[in-house]
Structures are given as structure tokens and as C-alpha cells.
């Protein structure tokens, strides 16, 4: 699958699972957990083998509607790699993955004072969708959890978390 096919499942998943079409939203997060490595969703494994800074906010909005873990993981690899300058990097590069053009070689982020130093990064940002994707991973959380204590404080923690990171 591709990144566009990935989102558009995704997206139709989400927007259609209160019709009960239920086959597209299964087919969508089958595609999701194979494309997981852990701590990120790969958006096609071999056309883009990375995390990717769009693709991870809007996968991490649909994956809060069943596996809000993942979710939330989703978001938090993206934020460790977030540069001192606030920068939030559009790929953070897998260093299992094969070559791949334009790699970590070619950003070359070394030469940036305010580069993470524990990850490979690119060096340029896409626009920002994160604050909405975190706000919706939390209150899709508060939905699901019927506004109990614990998903409240769970969802400030989630909050702090993302905005404490670098």
C-alpha cells in the first residue's frame, strides 16, 4: 500500500466505522499493525521505510480509536526527535531499514547545533497537525474512558509529556 492509500484507509476507516462497514476499517488497520515497528507506523514499507511527520499525526488519530498505546507511542517517537531549535523534523529515519534517497547521509543534521544527536532526523519540517492529532488521541482517550479519573489525569500526563519533550 501506499502513504496515500494507507491515509485514505485510514481516514474512511475512522469516518465510516460508525456505518458499519466494518470490512474497510478492518482492512485499514490490518495495513496499519503489518506497516508498526514497535514505536512508529511506516507509511509503505518500501517506498517510505521511516517515520514521517504527517503520516504519524493522522495514523495516531485513527489508531486512538482501538489501540490508543499505539497512539500515543505514535506521537511520542515524533516528539524525541524534535531539534532544540523546536524544529519537528518530517522523517526520523529507521536505522533498520535499507538504504533509502535522501537518506541520513545527505541532511548531514550533524552540522546543526540544535540537531538530535541520539537519531537521524532530516531537516526540514511539514506543516503542523501535531497539536490537533495529540489533542484528538487524548479526547478520543477521555470518550472511551466515559471521563473517569484516571483518563483524565492519563490524558494531562499524555499532554505534559508531549509539550516537557527537549
Not at 485510514?10 to 465510516?16: H, K, S
Not at 535522501?102 to 532526523?121: C, F, K, L, M, Q
Not at 479526547?139 to 494531562?156: E, T
Request: proline share 7%.
Amino acid at each position: 500500500a501506499t502513504r496515500f492509500s494507507l491515509l485514505v484507509l485510514l481516514i474512511l476507516g475512522t469516518v465510516l466505522a460508525n456505518r458499519n462497514n466494518t470490512d474497510l476499517l478492518l482492512k485499514g488497520k490490518a495495513i496499519l499493525q503489518s506497516n508498526w515497528i514497535g514505536h512508529s507506523t511506516i507509511p509503505a514499507p518500501k517506498l517510505y521505510p521511516h517515520q514521517w511527520s504527517w503520516d504519524s499525526a493522522f495514523i495516531a488519530i485513527g489508531k486512538s480509536y482501538y489501540d490508543q498505546t499505539q497512539a500515543q507511542v505514535e506521537l511520542l517517537t515524533l516528539f524525541q526527535a524534535k531539534w532544540d531549535n523546536g524544529l519537528l523534523p518530517h522523517i526520523v529515519f529507521n536505522p533498520n531499514a535499507p538504504a533509502y534517497f535522501p537518506g541520513p547521509e545527505w541532511w548531514d543534521i550533524s552540522v546543526s547545533p540544535y540537531a538530535p544527536r541520539d537519531v537521524n532526523t532530516s531537516g526540514i519540517i511539514q506543516p503542523p497537525v501535531h497539536a490537533t492529532a495529540a489533542r484528538a488521541v487524548c479526547l478520543v482517550y477521555l470518550l472511551n474512558a466515559i471521563y473517569s479519573y484516571d483518563a483524565v489525569a492519563n490524558s494531562v500526563i499524555i499532554l505534559m509529556r508531549l509539550v516537557m519533550l527537549r
